[in-house]
Structure formats: C-alpha cells, structure tokens
C-alpha cells in the first residue's frame, strides 16, 4: 500500500473512532467511558485502539480539539468568505453562540482543562498549542474585519478569554451577559462608540 492510502487509511480510522467516542460520550459521560467500549463501538481491536490512542486522555483531547476546530473554522471561513464587508459586531455575536450552543464541547473541554491544571504536563502541552491557534485565528480575523481597531492583539486575547468564561458560567448555570451585548462592547472601540 503506497504511503498516501496508508495515511487516508489511519486518517479514517481515526475519525471513525472519534466519531464513536464522541458518541459514547454523550450518551454516558466521560466517567463511564472506556477504551473498550470504544474500540467496540468503532469496531476494531482494542490494540487497533491503543495503536492511535495509547490513553483515555489523549482520544478525549483529540475529540474535543476536533469539536473547537470545526466550530472555529468555520467561523473564520465566514469571514473569509465575506472579506472587509463582513460586519464584525455579527460575527464576534456568531462566534459566542457557536461556542456556547456546544456542551458536549464545552464539558470536553473543561474537564481537559481540569486535568491540565491538575498536572497533566501532556494535556497542558497540548492546550497551549490550542491556545496559541485560537489566539492567531482570532487576530487574523480581527486585522482583516477591523484594521483600524487600536488594540488588535488585546481584543484578540479578550475575545478568546470571553469564550472561556461564558463557557464556565454557561456549564455552572450562571446567568451570563448575552452575546449581543459582548459583542456590541468588543466592537464599539473601533467604531468610536
């Protein structure tokens, strides 16, 4: 088999598998979640599993970094999509609800972020990698709808640090601040509101 096929080959395994574990997830929690009851459930082997998944925490990862990948992109294929005419009040309020709407997402990624404070140097790795390419995805939307705006980078790390608090405030049932207004208040420097 020629290395393109293998690679297509594990490529499918792998999103296959995530599919199931996702799945799995929702349906039971993370607590009751195997790597058996995933390897079942994607049917293969378990040492097929363990071949693309040495731990638990590294297939919940990659299930959760999948989740914030697809809801950001898709996000900034908007604003590619619409170039400078986009208007950034609605995207920003576009990008929170994506975010927000998503719990399986959300209880994904807390929990990660739970371990990563709690000592797992893998996850933590992991995260500021995340990090560092929802901050550049950030800026590089914000240069292109809002060139004028005086602290791109700052609105940037704002927007992302947003997105983390009303995701705790929205997982503890705290009535949050809604998107609109976030929005309107990320934007209204720019515009000299």
Not at 1 to 8: C, E, G, H, I, S
Not at 125 to 138: G, H, P, S, V
Not at 153 to 167: C, K, P, R, V
Request: proline share 2%.
């Amino acid at each position: 088999m020629d290395a393109r096929k293998r690679l297509k080959r594990q490529s499918n395994r792998k999103a296959k598998i995530i599919e199931a574990a996702s799945r799995l997830f929702v349906q039971g929690g993370l607590e009751d979640l195997s790597l058996t009851s995933i390897a079942r459930a994607a049917g293969i082997s378990k040492g097929t599993l363990y071949y693309y998944y040495a731990t638990k925490e590294a297939l919940i990862f990659d299930i959760a970094e999948k989740h914030v990948h697809d809801i950001t992109d898709f996000i900034f294929d908007l604003i590619e999509a619409g170039g400078p005419q986009s208007d950034p009040e609605d995207l920003i309020r576009l990008l929170f609800r994506k975010h927000k709407e998503n719990r399986i997402r959300m209880r994904l990624h807390l929990n990660l972020v739970c371990q990563a404070m709690n000592g797992n140097d893998e996850i933590k790795a992991r995260y500021q990698e995340i990090y560092a390419y929802w901050y550049a995805r950030a800026l590089e939307a914000i240069e292109r709808l809002m060139p004028d705006h005086p602290d791109r980078e700052t609105l940037a790390h704002l927007m992302i640090t947003t997105i983390d608090g009303l995701n705790v405030q929205t997982m503890l049932g705290v009535k949050t601040v809604s998107e609109d207004d976030v929005a309107r208040y990320l934007t209204a420097r720019v515009e000299g509101k």
